[in-house]
């Protein structure tokens, strides 16, 4: 397996800490409001690529946590006259169900803030003890100077980052890239800690749950959309490196951020799509579908264009899936176990690439017009039609497009063998009647 690691902006091949076993994370949702499309993408790419990487054999322990913390919880919770814990229950709930619907696996772990603070504030209280953190009348900065590299993820010089810093100057602060690990707050759930009562900053809670969740210093994968770059999985590093001398991860990945109609999405603009009302209107496989022809790294661009483009692609590979079950039900031919054919192989060479689905898509194309052939020819191959089969049907599975397994009952044979026997006859109005009953019961 392949993939483009944004410590090195370079493809390089994975070497797991761990043989045969992936420990991944990746950034999940600070959780004050509906997941939008764009939340959605980093859903569907990292289930995608857990999927992948175990269908290569890798044993994958996926961890992706809630925010549940934030200045965002807190206005929305005066905004709705609730407690803060409502509003972020309400929304894990909705992201979760998101998550369901667009037919990705549940995380091993899904840690929260709120159930990591007395781990967080050992953490600031080590960093600050080391010399790396500094307090200020109640607030708590991170020493950016202290770390060597800072910017080594983002590929941005201290220097650069220092003057763009100033404009925004927190006369408290030491350094004006300093952040923040821990925030003196009147208002809305607060903690004591050595320095305040008040509640950390976003910033250190993921290398604190990364610890945690997986008892190590250091995993395989680190995740999330290139917005977290920078500042926040670059924050991520220096603490780490601080507290314990190592990067988090061996390999950064990111993926690209969407835009609607062209442009990018955004509250301003009046553009957001709510993930769940796209599911519901275009349907979760559309969507899957639509969010992997493009490769993740690159931009993604959703329009009706790329959306029908989407839907009718997903709906041509389903139904040549499902008239090939129905052939092989038909005949009392048994799938075959191993899925070794040549598309197949392809498929999964695109995939280990560094995720590249245009390439894996051109392959599942390849399976169905194979298969499409296959099902035509009169004397039928049914060896050649069961390994496709079970090729088309996990390499879909890879991608999240889910489909229903076919079992013919006994009327169904019964009617199949009617409207051969129709035609044979050349009864076309017995035939028409036989097609219109199977087409009803959604077999043709």
Not at 139 to 152: E, I, L, M, P, W
Not at 232 to 252: D, K, L, V
Not at 337 to 362: C, G, H, K
Not at 406 to 426: G, M, N, P, T, V
């Amino acid at each position: 397996m392949k993939l483009f690691n944004s410590m090195h902006n370079e493809i390089e091949k994975i070497q797991p800490l761990i043989e045969n076993e992936i420990s991944m994370y990746v950034c999940g949702p600070t959780v004050y409001n509906d997941a939008h499309v764009g939340n959605a993408r980093p859903i569907i790419v990292f289930d995608t690529l857990k999927k992948t990487l175990e269908e290569l054999g890798y044993k994958v322990h996926f961890v992706s946590n809630y925010t549940d913390v934030d200045d965002k919880i807190i206005n929305k919770a005066k905004e709705l006259q609730v407690a803060e814990k409502e509003v972020s229950e309400r929304f894990i709930e909705a992201y979760q169900k998101v998550r369901t619907q667009l037919h990705a696996d549940t995380p091993d772990a899904c840690p929260r803030v709120t159930q990591t603070m007395d781990e967080i504030i050992a953490f600031i209280d080590l960093l600050v003890k080391n010399k790396y953190a500094y307090a200020v009348d109640g607030d708590v900065y991170f020493r950016v100077s202290a770390v060597a590299g800072y910017g080594c993820l983002s590929n941005q010089q201290i220097q650069d980052l220092q003057v763009g810093a100033r404009i925004d100057e927190n006369t408290k602060k030491e350094n004006p890239l300093d952040f923040t690990l821990w925030k003196k707050t009147e208002e809305g759930i607060q903690w004591e800690s050595p320095w305040s009562i008040g509640r950390p900053g976003w910033h250190t809670e993921c290398v604190v749950m990364i610890q945690r969740e997986f008892q190590k210093h250091l995993i395989d994968i680190h995740g999330g959309g290139m917005d977290l770059k920078f500042p926040h999985h670059e924050n991520e590093i220096a603490q780490s490196q601080a507290a314990y001398h190592t990067s988090i991860a061996n390999y950064w990945v990111h993926n690209g951020m969407v835009n609607i109609d062209g442009e990018k999405m955004s509250k301003s603009l009046g553009n957001v799509v709510w993930a769940k009302d796209m599911i519901k209107k275009i349907g979760a496989n559309t969507m899957r579908w639509m969010m992997l022809s493009a490769h993740y790294r690159a931009p993604l661009n959703i329009n009706e264009e790329s959306i029908e483009t989407a839907r009718k692609e997903s709906m041509k590979a389903l139904n040549t899936l499902k008239q090939a079950m129905i052939c092989l039900e038909r005949n009392n031919i048994n799938e075959t176990i191993d899925p070794s054919s040549e598309v197949y192989t392809q498929f999964l060479d695109a995939m280990r690439n560094d995720l590249n689905t245009p390439n894996a898509f051109a392959a599942i194309f390849e399976a169905c017009k194979q298969l499409n052939n296959a099902l035509r020819k009169r004397e039928a191959d049914f060896e050649e039609i069961a390994t496709l089969t079970t090729a088309l049907k996990r390499m879909l599975h890879v991608l999240g497009i889910a489909f229903e397994e076919i079992k013919l009952s006994e009327e169904d044979h019964r009617l199949f063998a009617e409207w051969e026997a129709a035609k044979a006859q050349r009864d076309f109005t017995k035939a028409d009647e036989y097609r219109n009953r199977l087409t009803q019961r959604g077999l043709l």
